[in-house]
């Protein structure tokens, strides 16, 4: 999260269009619904309709599309016909889960694609195209359950995005959910950035950030897995949570206490279990917790069920390391399993300090 005096510092940049800014910052214009680059020559909004992202994919997944004047995607007069092509094929039809269809039917080689997105937005075409349709369902998610309740009044009649969005990520659109199993979905803001939650009255089902690769996914297999549709709204399980996080963050908490489900098979459970039980500030080896479930032999399904965790610092698989002391890898980022990690070391050292 961006601090509130360097959001200001932004601002000013933004009035005073400081081309130092560039690539620092993007600017989200709520009334508008698009991100500019710090020199847009538009008209500027006041701060109070302003987000301001340090990654143009940021942006991208608070459901902003890019502005066609300053092109906050590429430097003027610099983008190849192709990924013009491309983006204004995107936001045609932004829910879009693209094939290798889709680009035949573009006379676009997709490998080509790739590359070039890459190259300038510093994210694949799969990953630029997969942050705006996340982002339009998260829009509402983050919006809470009037979003629904607007489009349900108005009969969808500018809804159609907004329905497509949702089932594609919810798996039913709000009209039709009937009395079918609910479970609501939040966002919420942390320190290492927006994190979706998902539960029921009773449990916390997931809790992921927003820009984990397969999010999407992950999403859906929760509704299969539970026969569920689901919804943006609030539960107790994800006030606590929310409420238990921001302890965390603040240093006042290390042990949560939030009510889980876990959706996985025998093993899964197994090995999301044993992480419970690393101690804040230590960790284990993929070889230890695969012992500890009694399947010594098993580290890499151990290390695959670690990464099929669906509840993120809960469930501390950040705290499972290689054999050789390598972080391994991490669904929300490296930076993400580094971060905790330092943050519950130092909070227990305090802690043993003021004992």
């Not at 997944?61 to 003027?76: D, K, N």
């Not at 035949?104 to 490998?111: K, M």
Request: proline share 6%; with cysteine; hydrophobic share 35%.
């Amino acid at each position: 999260m961006i601090p509130a005096d360097k959001k200001w510092e932004y601002y000013q940049a933004l009035l005073d269009k400081k081309s130092e800014y560039e690539g620092i910052f993007y600017v989200g214009v709520k009334t508008t619904g698009v991100f500019c680059r710090p020199t847009c020559p538009a008209r500027k909004p006041k701060y109070e309709n302003c987000e301001f992202y340090e990654t143009a994919k940021e942006a991208l997944l608070a459901s902003f599309r890019p502005c066609q004047r300053c092109r906050p995607l590429s430097h003027p007069g610099h983008v190849s016909e192709l990924v013009r092509k491309l983006v204004h094929a995107i936001e045609e039809n932004p829910e879009r889960r693209w094939t290798e269809e889709d680009f035949r039917n573009l006379s676009v080689d997709a490998s080509t694609a790739r590359r070039q997105f890459k190259k300038r937005f510093g994210m694949t075409f799969v990953e630029y195209a997969r942050a705006r349709r996340m982002g339009i369902a998260l829009k509402h998610i983050r919006s809470g359950s009037a979003v629904i309740e607007a489009q349900l009044a108005t009969g969808y009649e500018s809804g159609g995005g907004f329905r497509d969005a949702f089932s594609r990520m919810m798996g039913a659109a709000p009209a039709q959910l009937g009395n079918q199993q609910v479970l609501k979905a939040a966002w919420l803001d942390t320190r290492l950035g927006p994190m979706l939650a998902i539960a029921d009255e009773e449990a916390l089902y997931l809790l992921e950030f927003v820009d984990r690769r397969g999010l999407e996914r992950e999403v859906e297999r929760l509704r299969s897995r539970t026969r569920s549709a689901v919804i943006p709204g609030s539960s107790p399980p994800i006030r606590q949570i929310e409420s238990e996080l921001e302890d965390y963050f603040e240093g006042r908490l290390t042990e949560f206490t939030t009510p889980l489900r876990l959706v996985g098979s025998p093993f899964q459970k197994k090995v999301w279990e044993q992480l419970r039980k690393i101690p804040p500030g230590r960790t284990a080896s993929y070889a230890a917790i695969a012992a500890a479930v009694g399947k010594p032999d098993a580290y890499r399904a151990a290390a695959q069920a670690s990464g099929a965790n669906q509840l993120a610092i809960v469930i501390p698989c950040h705290r499972v390391i290689r054999s050789d002391g390598d972080l391994g890898g991490y669904g929300g980022g490296l930076s993400r399993k580094q971060w905790p990690l330092g943050h519950e070391k130092q909070e227990v050292t305090e802690e043993r300090t003021r004992g």
